[in-house]
Protein backbone atom coordinates (compact mmCIF):
# COMPACT_ATOMS: atom_id res chain seq x y z
CA UNK A 1 0.00 0.00 0.00
CA UNK A 2 0.95 3.55 -0.80
CA UNK A 3 -0.16 5.32 1.55
CA UNK A 4 -2.15 5.55 5.02
CA UNK A 5 -4.03 9.00 6.26
CA UNK A 6 -4.34 9.39 9.88
CA UNK A 7 -7.01 11.76 10.48
CA UNK A 8 -7.38 12.25 14.60
CA UNK A 9 -11.02 13.43 15.13
CA UNK A 10 -12.24 15.38 18.50
CA UNK A 11 -15.65 16.76 18.74
CA UNK A 12 -15.55 18.36 15.61
CA UNK A 13 -18.14 16.01 13.46
CA UNK A 14 -18.71 18.34 10.19
CA UNK A 15 -15.48 19.09 9.42
CA UNK A 16 -14.72 15.55 10.51
CA UNK A 17 -17.01 14.60 7.48
CA UNK A 18 -16.10 17.34 4.62
CA UNK A 19 -12.45 16.14 5.54
CA UNK A 20 -12.96 12.63 4.93
CA UNK A 21 -14.91 13.38 1.55
CA UNK A 22 -12.20 15.45 -0.08
CA UNK A 23 -9.53 12.65 1.23
CA UNK A 24 -11.80 9.95 -0.78
CA UNK A 25 -11.62 12.08 -3.95
CA UNK A 26 -7.69 12.55 -3.38
CA UNK A 27 -7.14 8.67 -3.00
CA UNK A 28 -9.28 7.71 -6.07
CA UNK A 29 -6.41 6.51 -7.92
CA UNK A 30 -4.08 5.76 -5.25
CA UNK A 31 -3.51 2.41 -2.98
CA UNK A 32 -4.32 4.17 0.29
CA UNK A 33 -6.74 3.93 3.52
CA UNK A 34 -7.78 6.35 5.85
CA UNK A 35 -7.46 6.00 9.33
CA UNK A 36 -9.68 7.66 11.35
CA UNK A 37 -8.87 7.88 14.91
CA UNK A 38 -11.70 9.35 17.32
CA UNK A 39 -10.67 10.95 20.33
CA UNK A 40 -13.91 9.69 22.95
CA UNK A 41 -16.19 12.62 21.15
CA UNK A 42 -18.79 14.05 22.76
CA UNK A 43 -21.02 14.67 19.50
CA UNK A 44 -22.27 12.64 16.95
CA UNK A 45 -18.45 12.17 15.20
CA UNK A 46 -18.81 7.92 15.71
CA UNK A 47 -22.15 7.63 14.36
CA UNK A 48 -21.93 9.82 11.36
CA UNK A 49 -18.06 7.81 10.09
CA UNK A 50 -20.41 4.71 11.20
CA UNK A 51 -23.58 5.81 8.61
CA UNK A 52 -21.71 7.50 6.04
CA UNK A 53 -18.13 5.71 5.89
CA UNK A 54 -18.48 2.48 6.75
CA UNK A 55 -15.72 1.27 4.87
CA UNK A 56 -13.18 4.00 6.65
CA UNK A 57 -11.12 1.81 9.75
CA UNK A 58 -12.23 3.73 12.28
CA UNK A 59 -10.70 3.43 15.83
CA UNK A 60 -12.74 4.73 18.52
CA UNK A 61 -10.59 5.93 21.88
CA UNK A 62 -12.67 5.43 25.49
CA UNK A 63 -11.04 8.52 26.27
CA UNK A 64 -9.54 12.06 25.08
CA UNK A 65 -5.62 10.68 24.93
CA UNK A 66 -4.12 13.85 23.18
CA UNK A 67 -2.95 14.71 19.75
CA UNK A 68 0.58 12.24 20.27
CA UNK A 69 -0.84 9.00 21.60
CA UNK A 70 -3.97 9.68 19.59
CA UNK A 71 -2.00 9.51 15.84
CA UNK A 72 0.49 7.00 17.30
CA UNK A 73 -2.54 4.47 17.97
CA UNK A 74 -3.86 5.48 14.40
CA UNK A 75 -0.23 4.96 12.99
CA UNK A 76 -0.17 0.95 14.48
CA UNK A 77 -2.80 0.52 12.31
CA UNK A 78 -1.34 1.92 9.38
CA UNK A 79 -0.35 -0.25 6.19
CA UNK A 80 1.30 2.29 3.86
CA UNK A 81 4.93 2.88 2.34
CA UNK A 82 3.90 6.77 3.11
CA UNK A 83 1.78 7.66 6.02
CA UNK A 84 0.34 11.67 6.51
CA UNK A 85 -1.10 13.41 9.50
CA UNK A 86 -3.75 15.41 8.69
CA UNK A 87 -6.46 17.44 11.13
CA UNK A 88 -10.08 16.85 10.17
CA UNK A 89 -10.91 20.62 10.00
CA UNK A 90 -8.97 20.49 6.79
CA UNK A 91 -9.47 19.92 2.99
CA UNK A 92 -7.26 18.59 0.32
CA UNK A 93 -7.68 19.21 -3.13
CA UNK A 94 -7.86 16.00 -5.71
CA UNK A 95 -4.06 15.73 -6.41
CA UNK A 96 -2.95 16.51 -3.08
CA UNK A 97 -1.64 13.43 -2.30
CA UNK A 98 -0.68 12.57 -5.72
CA UNK A 99 1.81 15.68 -6.44
CA UNK A 100 3.31 14.96 -2.70
CA UNK A 101 4.15 11.41 -3.58
CA UNK A 102 5.64 11.99 -6.60
CA UNK A 103 7.87 14.42 -4.97
CA UNK A 104 8.62 12.55 -2.08
CA UNK A 105 9.38 9.98 -4.58
CA UNK A 106 12.37 11.87 -5.81
CA UNK A 107 14.07 13.05 -2.62
CA UNK A 108 16.97 11.10 -1.23
CA UNK A 109 17.15 11.16 2.83
CA UNK A 110 13.11 12.17 2.90
CA UNK A 111 12.15 13.52 6.27
CA UNK A 112 8.95 15.13 6.47
CA UNK A 113 6.83 17.25 3.65
CA UNK A 114 4.92 19.38 4.72
CA UNK A 115 2.60 21.76 2.22
CA UNK A 116 0.85 25.11 1.35
CA UNK A 117 -2.17 25.86 4.17
CA UNK A 118 -4.76 28.55 3.71
CA UNK A 119 -7.48 29.50 6.45
CA UNK A 120 -10.95 30.13 5.26
CA UNK A 121 -10.57 33.17 4.53
CA UNK A 122 -7.56 32.01 2.12
CA UNK A 123 -5.36 33.80 3.82
CA UNK A 124 -1.72 32.18 3.94
CA UNK A 125 -1.01 30.56 7.65
CA UNK A 126 2.42 31.19 8.09
CA UNK A 127 3.01 28.48 10.49
CA UNK A 128 3.21 26.05 7.14
CA UNK A 129 6.97 26.15 7.33
CA UNK A 130 8.94 27.50 10.43
CA UNK A 131 12.21 27.45 11.23
CA UNK A 132 13.94 25.95 14.82
CA UNK A 133 12.15 27.93 17.79
CA UNK A 134 15.66 28.69 19.41
CA UNK A 135 14.89 31.21 22.72
CA UNK A 136 15.64 33.99 20.02
CA UNK A 137 13.65 33.07 17.30
CA UNK A 138 10.68 32.43 19.85
CA UNK A 139 11.32 35.93 21.19
CA UNK A 140 10.91 37.36 18.08
CA UNK A 141 7.53 35.30 17.22
CA UNK A 142 6.04 36.34 20.48
CA UNK A 143 7.10 40.37 20.14
CA UNK A 144 6.53 40.26 16.93
CA UNK A 145 9.27 41.50 15.53
CA UNK A 146 9.03 39.28 12.20
CA UNK A 147 6.42 41.58 10.72
CA UNK A 148 7.92 44.82 12.22
CA UNK A 149 11.39 43.96 10.30
CA UNK A 150 10.13 41.27 7.48
CA UNK A 151 13.32 41.80 5.09
CA UNK A 152 15.63 41.36 8.23
CA UNK A 153 16.97 37.81 8.66
CA UNK A 154 17.45 38.11 12.25
CA UNK A 155 14.31 38.91 13.11
CA UNK A 156 12.28 36.52 10.11
CA UNK A 157 13.57 32.98 10.70
CA UNK A 158 10.35 31.74 12.81
CA UNK A 159 7.70 31.83 9.59
CA UNK A 160 11.26 30.74 7.53
CA UNK A 161 10.82 33.84 5.58
CA UNK A 162 13.79 33.13 3.96
CA UNK A 163 11.20 30.92 1.51
CA UNK A 164 8.43 32.12 -0.04
CA UNK A 165 5.22 31.17 0.24
CA UNK A 166 5.23 30.17 -3.57
CA UNK A 167 8.49 28.10 -3.55
CA UNK A 168 9.46 24.86 -2.72
CA UNK A 169 12.13 24.13 -0.16
CA UNK A 170 14.10 22.97 3.09
CA UNK A 171 12.96 24.01 6.15
CA UNK A 172 13.33 22.94 9.52
CA UNK A 173 9.65 22.73 11.17
CA UNK A 174 6.36 21.49 9.63
CA UNK A 175 2.92 22.39 11.19
CA UNK A 176 1.08 19.06 13.08
CA UNK A 177 -1.93 19.69 10.67
CA UNK A 178 -0.33 18.28 7.67
CA UNK A 179 2.70 15.82 7.75
CA UNK A 180 3.80 13.41 5.32
CA UNK A 181 6.83 11.06 5.71
CA UNK A 182 7.46 7.49 5.37
CA UNK A 183 6.17 5.39 7.59
CA UNK A 184 9.23 3.85 8.30
CA UNK A 185 10.72 7.22 9.73
CA UNK A 186 7.90 7.17 11.86
CA UNK A 187 8.81 4.31 13.26
CA UNK A 188 12.10 4.95 13.70
CA UNK A 189 11.15 8.52 15.11
CA UNK A 190 8.88 6.27 17.48
CA UNK A 191 6.24 9.07 16.54
CA UNK A 192 4.86 11.63 18.36
CA UNK A 193 6.26 12.39 21.93
CA UNK A 194 3.50 11.63 24.02
CA UNK A 195 4.63 13.64 27.01
CA UNK A 196 4.74 16.59 24.44
CA UNK A 197 2.65 19.63 25.21
CA UNK A 198 -0.12 21.05 23.28
CA UNK A 199 1.99 22.69 20.11
CA UNK A 200 5.32 21.25 20.78
CA UNK A 201 4.58 18.12 18.96
CA UNK A 202 4.86 18.88 15.83
CA UNK A 203 8.22 21.03 16.51
CA UNK A 204 9.07 18.07 18.44
CA UNK A 205 9.21 15.84 15.62
CA UNK A 206 10.29 17.94 12.68
CA UNK A 207 13.32 18.42 14.68
CA UNK A 208 14.05 14.77 15.10
CA UNK A 209 14.01 14.10 11.92
CA UNK A 210 16.58 16.66 11.23
CA UNK A 211 18.82 14.70 14.17
CA UNK A 212 18.60 11.82 11.98
CA UNK A 213 20.14 14.09 9.17
CA UNK A 214 17.07 13.78 7.28
CA UNK A 215 15.50 16.81 5.01
CA UNK A 216 12.54 18.63 6.20
CA UNK A 217 10.84 20.12 2.89
CA UNK A 218 7.94 22.71 2.60
CA UNK A 219 6.25 22.12 -0.86
CA UNK A 220 3.88 24.90 -2.39
CA UNK A 221 2.73 23.20 -5.47
CA UNK A 222 -0.43 22.29 -3.73
CA UNK A 223 -2.79 24.16 -1.39
CA UNK A 224 -4.82 22.43 1.73
CA UNK A 225 -7.60 24.89 3.40
CA UNK A 226 -6.94 24.49 6.90
CA UNK A 227 -9.63 26.35 9.43
CA UNK A 228 -7.67 26.90 12.01
CA UNK A 229 -9.84 27.81 14.57
CA UNK A 230 -11.20 24.83 15.36
CA UNK A 231 -8.21 23.52 16.77
CA UNK A 232 -6.35 27.03 18.31
CA UNK A 233 -8.22 29.65 19.55
CA UNK A 234 -5.72 32.29 20.83
CA UNK A 235 -7.69 33.22 24.10
CA UNK A 236 -6.02 33.79 27.26
CA UNK A 237 -4.91 30.64 28.12
CA UNK A 238 -2.75 30.73 24.53
CA UNK A 239 0.28 32.14 25.49
CA UNK A 240 0.75 30.00 28.58
CA UNK A 241 0.44 27.16 26.76
CA UNK A 242 2.76 28.05 24.01
CA UNK A 243 4.94 29.10 27.07
CA UNK A 244 4.75 25.42 28.30
CA UNK A 245 5.53 23.93 24.85
CA UNK A 246 8.64 25.85 24.33
CA UNK A 247 9.86 24.98 28.05
CA UNK A 248 9.65 21.52 26.96
CA UNK A 249 11.52 21.67 23.93
CA UNK A 250 14.05 23.36 25.47
CA UNK A 251 14.35 21.10 28.35
CA UNK A 252 14.23 18.29 25.87
CA UNK A 253 17.05 19.22 22.85
CA UNK A 254 18.88 22.33 24.69
CA UNK A 255 20.06 23.92 27.63
CA UNK A 256 17.39 25.47 29.94
CA UNK A 257 17.34 29.54 28.72
CA UNK A 258 16.85 31.84 31.20
CA UNK A 259 16.93 34.28 28.37
CA UNK A 260 13.85 33.17 27.55
CA UNK A 261 11.91 32.31 30.53
CA UNK A 262 12.41 35.46 31.70
CA UNK A 263 11.05 37.63 28.39
CA UNK A 264 7.91 34.88 27.44
CA UNK A 265 6.58 35.59 30.85
CA UNK A 266 7.09 39.25 30.04
CA UNK A 267 4.98 38.26 26.95
CA UNK A 268 2.55 36.62 28.58
CA UNK A 269 1.78 39.01 31.00
CA UNK A 270 1.54 41.80 28.08
CA UNK A 271 -0.70 39.45 25.75
CA UNK A 272 -2.87 38.81 28.84
CA UNK A 273 -3.36 42.58 29.55
CA UNK A 274 -3.55 43.52 26.29
CA UNK A 275 -6.70 41.10 26.19
CA UNK A 276 -8.19 42.32 29.41
CA UNK A 277 -9.04 45.30 27.32
CA UNK A 278 -10.21 43.76 24.31
CA UNK A 279 -13.12 42.27 25.41
CA UNK A 280 -15.45 39.70 23.85
CA UNK A 281 -14.49 39.47 20.69
CA UNK A 282 -16.90 41.30 18.19
CA UNK A 283 -19.44 39.25 16.37
CA UNK A 284 -19.32 39.24 12.45
CA UNK A 285 -22.19 40.85 10.69
CA UNK A 286 -24.13 38.96 8.33
CA UNK A 287 -23.11 39.01 4.88
CA UNK A 288 -25.49 42.18 2.91
CA UNK A 289 -25.48 39.74 0.12
CA UNK A 290 -24.98 35.84 -1.26
CA UNK A 291 -23.69 34.40 -4.22
CA UNK A 292 -23.70 30.63 -4.96
CA UNK A 293 -21.23 28.96 -7.11
CA UNK A 294 -23.42 26.20 -8.62
CA UNK A 295 -26.06 25.44 -11.33
CA UNK A 296 -28.78 24.23 -9.33
CA UNK A 297 -31.64 26.83 -9.27
CA UNK A 298 -33.62 24.56 -6.59
CA UNK A 299 -30.54 24.87 -4.19
CA UNK A 300 -30.42 28.42 -4.67
CA UNK A 301 -34.19 28.75 -3.77
CA UNK A 302 -33.86 26.74 -0.92
CA UNK A 303 -30.63 28.63 0.28
CA UNK A 304 -32.70 31.64 0.05
CA UNK A 305 -35.17 30.59 2.29
CA UNK A 306 -33.03 29.29 4.53
CA UNK A 307 -31.01 32.41 4.93
CA UNK A 308 -33.78 34.43 4.71
CA UNK A 309 -32.08 36.47 1.74
CA UNK A 310 -31.77 36.65 -1.84
CA UNK A 311 -28.88 34.52 -3.38
CA UNK A 312 -27.26 35.27 -6.61
CA UNK A 313 -25.16 32.91 -9.35
CA UNK A 314 -21.51 33.84 -8.94
CA UNK A 315 -19.30 32.65 -12.29
CA UNK A 316 -16.79 30.35 -11.46
CA UNK A 317 -15.36 29.59 -14.55
CA UNK A 318 -11.62 30.58 -14.49
CA UNK A 319 -12.10 32.86 -17.71
CA UNK A 320 -14.99 35.30 -15.36
CA UNK A 321 -13.05 34.65 -12.16
CA UNK A 322 -11.80 38.45 -12.49
CA UNK A 323 -15.25 39.64 -13.83
CA UNK A 324 -16.44 37.69 -9.83
CA UNK A 325 -13.49 39.54 -8.18
CA UNK A 326 -15.37 43.38 -9.59
CA UNK A 327 -18.37 42.24 -8.97
CA UNK A 328 -17.81 41.21 -5.00
CA UNK A 329 -15.31 44.20 -4.93
CA UNK A 330 -16.15 46.53 -1.56
CA UNK A 331 -19.29 44.07 -0.59
CA UNK A 332 -19.73 42.40 2.52
CA UNK A 333 -20.61 39.21 0.63
CA UNK A 334 -20.67 35.62 1.42
CA UNK A 335 -19.79 33.05 -1.45
CA UNK A 336 -21.23 29.43 -1.25
CA UNK A 337 -18.99 27.19 -3.66
CA UNK A 338 -21.28 23.76 -4.37
CA UNK A 339 -19.00 20.90 -4.53
CA UNK A 340 -21.36 19.16 -6.81
CA UNK A 341 -20.28 21.47 -9.55
CA UNK A 342 -17.18 22.22 -8.37
CA UNK A 343 -14.36 20.08 -7.04
CA UNK A 344 -12.45 20.59 -3.87
CA UNK A 345 -9.34 22.14 -5.85
CA UNK A 346 -11.18 24.60 -7.66
CA UNK A 347 -13.05 25.48 -4.13
CA UNK A 348 -9.74 25.85 -2.80
CA UNK A 349 -8.77 28.03 -5.79
CA UNK A 350 -11.65 30.12 -5.53
CA UNK A 351 -11.24 30.74 -1.65
CA UNK A 352 -7.64 31.57 -2.32
CA UNK A 353 -7.85 34.21 -5.54
CA UNK A 354 -11.14 36.22 -3.77
CA UNK A 355 -9.91 36.48 -0.56
CA UNK A 356 -11.20 40.02 0.44
CA UNK A 357 -11.80 41.23 4.23
CA UNK A 358 -15.62 41.82 3.38
CA UNK A 359 -15.91 38.21 1.91
CA UNK A 360 -16.88 34.82 3.63
CA UNK A 361 -17.03 31.62 2.13
CA UNK A 362 -19.16 28.28 2.51
CA UNK A 363 -18.46 25.04 0.73
CA UNK A 364 -21.57 22.76 0.51
CA UNK A 365 -19.87 19.06 0.15
CA UNK A 366 -21.04 16.77 -2.10
CA UNK A 367 -23.34 14.22 -0.70
CA UNK A 368 -23.89 16.32 2.57
CA UNK A 369 -27.00 18.25 4.40
CA UNK A 370 -24.98 21.32 5.42
CA UNK A 371 -22.77 24.24 4.22
CA UNK A 372 -19.47 24.78 6.53
CA UNK A 373 -17.00 27.50 6.59
CA UNK A 374 -14.56 30.10 8.95
CA UNK A 375 -14.79 33.53 8.51
CA UNK A 376 -11.85 33.69 11.31
CA UNK A 377 -8.78 31.90 11.95
CA UNK A 378 -9.03 32.29 15.63
CA UNK A 379 -12.88 31.54 15.58
CA UNK A 380 -14.63 28.59 15.56
CA UNK A 381 -16.73 27.70 12.20
CA UNK A 382 -20.16 28.10 10.94
CA UNK A 383 -22.14 25.36 9.92
CA UNK A 384 -25.59 25.45 8.75
CA UNK A 385 -27.60 22.57 8.33
CA UNK A 386 -29.66 22.37 4.81
CA UNK A 387 -31.94 18.99 5.08
Not at 231 to 259: A, L, V
Request: glycine residues 6%.
Amino acid sequence: MQLSIIILNYNVRYFLEQCVLSVQEAIAAIDAEIIVVDNNSSDDSVLMMREKFPKVKLIENKENFGFPKGNNIGFRQAKGKYICILNPDTVVAEDTFLKILAFAERQNNLGIIGCKLIDGTGEFLPESKRGIPTPWVAFTKIFSLYKIFPKTKLFNQYYAQHLHQNETGKVAILVGAFMFLESKLYEDLNGFDEDCFMYADDIDLSYRALLLEKANFYFHETTVLHYKGESTIKDEQYMKRFQESMNFFYQKHFKKSWFFSLFIKIGTFLFSFAKMFQGKPKENPLPESYFLCSENENFAKKLASILENKVGFLEFKEEKMVNSCLILKGKKAEIILDNHYISFKKCIEIIETLKDKKVTFKIFPKNAGFIIGSNSRNDRGQIIKIE
